[in-house]
């Protein structure tokens, strides 16, 4: 068996296609630009080429997009003082504060100060509790861009069993809740789990989120099995996943490359919050 390719690169194009008619038709309507401020402290070069792109993406879609730099050493207290201001901005209906931050910032502590309604990251604490109770809220953008995927390739997830290595409030516990609430049976792994490779063995579905690079080997991989591979790893001036690809893509039936799977559907699913973001505070009802 060779598994089909997951483009994550054609399916995020489609998605910001989407989004961006749709964001024309709404600004057109009421006269609103979604806005996105993408907030960078430090020089952290990974950091810098993720918010470049988010920025380009969201021009790209008609968005009114804002990058602020802040140098490593500020104060705490002066990039809370800085999510306020944009939390009162009426321009603003997305925040992003890319992580990681320099150690004298309390992460939690600027995600928290987040106004939940611009919380486009889906990180704040009231949207990840509205998510495990199944209400309304902003998705984490890598989990809702996995699903999103599991979508377009009509994977079916109903009674299937669902491997989610890796628990990170990030990726692994919010993507095994939206499994979960597509009626998958789902298992989350981690670095205790007793005999690993038995255990994703099991899995109709496996999402590798762990951060450690080709560790899910080709052969803990179930035969017919989608494999979607979150984790990118720079190993020998190549990005590689947490997914041995050339050894999964004999045994499973879909599996998304790295680079090229899941992290163009990263950006995609932060313009389509933001566009969510910018109608609810807009008080427009329409899509």
């Given at each position: ?23 024309a038709e ?14 960078l402290?430090g ?10 792109n ?8 008609g ?46 502590k600027?995600?928290?100060a ?51 290595v ?41 999402v590798?989120?762990?951060g ?22 720079r ?52 899509a």
């Amino acid at each position: 068996m060779s598994a089909k390719l997951i483009d994550g690169k054609a399916i995020a194009a489609s998605v910001r296609a989407g989004v961006k008619e749709r964001a024309a038709e709404f600004t057109a309507r009421t006269g609103v630009r979604p806005g996105l401020t993408v907030v960078l402290v430090g020089e952290n070069p990974a950091s810098q080429v993720y918010v470049r792109n988010k920025g380009k993406a969201a021009s790209e879609a008609g968005f009114l997009s804002r990058q602020i730099d802040l140098p490593a050493s500020t104060p705490e207290s002066e990039l809370l003082d800085l999510v306020a201001r944009l939390n009162a901005d009426d321009t603003v209906h997305g925040i992003l504060v890319q992580l990681p931050l320099p150690e004298q910032i309390d992460e939690s502590k600027v995600i928290e100060a987040i106004d939940p309604a611009k919380d486009v990251d889906g990180f704040h604490p009231v949207n990840a509790g509205r998510l495990f109770t199944g209400g309304t809220s902003f998705l984490p953008c890598t989990p809702y861009g996995i699903l999103t995927m599991l979508d377009y390739e009509k994977v079916e997830l109903k009674g299937k069993h669902a491997v989610v290595v890796g628990r990170s409030n990030i990726v692994g516990k919010p993507v095994a809740i939206l499994l979960l609430s597509r009626h998958a049976t789902v298992t989350i792994c981690h670095s205790r789990t007793v005999d690993l490779p038995s255990v994703v063995r099991t899995g109709d579905v496996v999402v590798a989120a762990v951060g450690r690079a080709e560790m899910i080997r080709g052969s803990w991989i179930k035969p017919g099995a989608v494999v979607i591979d979150v984790g990118i790893n720079r190993v020998g001036g190549r990005l590689i996943g947490d997914v041995d690809y050339a050894a999964a893509a004999q045994v499973a039936s879909r599996i998304t490359p790295v680079p090229g799977g899941v992290g163009p559907m990263t950006i995609a699913m932060l313009l389509e919050n933001t566009l969510r973001a910018a109608r609810m505070l807009s008080g427009s009802a329409q899509a």
